[in-house]
């Protein structure tokens, strides 16, 4: 991998480029095709390559907490996150590895999966729903996981993001759907966006980053990294710098 904006360097320090600002922030990261398709055959798995992968664990090893939507945690089959080599410099001072945080209406998720039954005490799942969602359902939820409640119709993003900043969690890694980042878009919330680019033309009718309601966040290019056809690109929202 090499730096090639806004200076040439070879093998640069991935955790250094995504270095979170002392204050937090909220991150987006997603990857997509050279005409913007966020998914082949509904998951991202056949846009990534080997240094989206290393630059993913980076980035969640820099979170406080990941953060995604039901449909994407049903899609690519979420777990939670394990530890990884090198996590122990970058995670200094916090738990080994940080929680997985879901936004869900109605909590259609499977509680009996390893998002919820196989977690480390330390990283107990975070579900962020509504109250309107089944009381029943709430209650299974909370026997494995943490269960706050922000909207009562439906999930309010600000919210959902003041509830993780509340418990110390200012690190936020989003990584999606692009629903969810149209939401957050919408509600200005978001920080930066670190998208992967893949050398592919996918057409058909996959989702964007954001698939939802217009709006415009302005963003400033921070670096481009480059491996194998493929750019690592950060963007820093105007607002955040």
């Known amino acids: 991998m090499r730096r ?3 200076y040439i360097e070879e093998d640069p320090d991935i955790a250094a480029a ?3 600002p002392s204050r937090g922030c909220l991150r987006v990261n997603m990857v997509v095709s050279a005409d913007g398709a966020a998914w082949l055959e509904g998951r991202s798995a056949g846009l990534s390559s080997p240094g989206d992968r290393r630059v993913f664990h980076v980035l969640r090893g820099l979170a406080d907490v990941v953060l995604a939507g039901a449909a994407t945690v049903r899609t ?3 777990g939670p996150a394990r530890p990884r080599e090198g996590w122990d410099t970058l995670r200094a001072g916090r738990p080994p590895a ?6 869900t209406r109605r909590l259609d998720l499977d509680l009996g999966g390893p998002l919820f039954t196989e977690t480390e005490p330390y990283q107990r799942t975070i579900v962020i729903t509504t109250g ?12 494995h996981a943490e269960v706050l409640v922000a909207g009562e119709d439906l999930v309010a993003p600000e919210a959902a993001v ?4 509340e418990r110390g969690l200012g690190r936020i890694l989003c990584e999606g759907g692009p629903r969810l980042n149209a939401e957050l878009a919408a509600a200005g919330l978001i920080d930066e966006l670190a998208l ?5 033309l996918a057409g058909g009718d996959a989702a964007r980053v954001l698939n939802g309601v217009a709006s415009r966040t302005p963003l400033t290019l921070a670096h481009v990294l480059e491996e194998d056809g493929v750019l ?10």
Do not use: D, K
């Not at 940080?98 to 936004?103: D, G, N, T, W, Y």
């Not at 003041?162 to 900043?165: F, I, P, S, T």
């Open 132 to 143: 309107a969602a089944p009381p029943e359902r709430r209650e299974q939820a909370a026997e």
């Open 162 to 165: 003041r509830l993780l900043r």
């Open 4 to 6: 090639i904006h806004p």
């Open 98 to 103: 940080p929680p997985i945080a879901v936004i």
């Open 232 to 241: 690592f690109i950060r963007y820093v929202s105007e607002e955040a710098r």
């Open 196 to 200: 992967t680019m893949s050398p592919l």
């Open 76 to 78: 690519e089959g979420y």
């Open 18 to 20: 995504y270095a979170y």
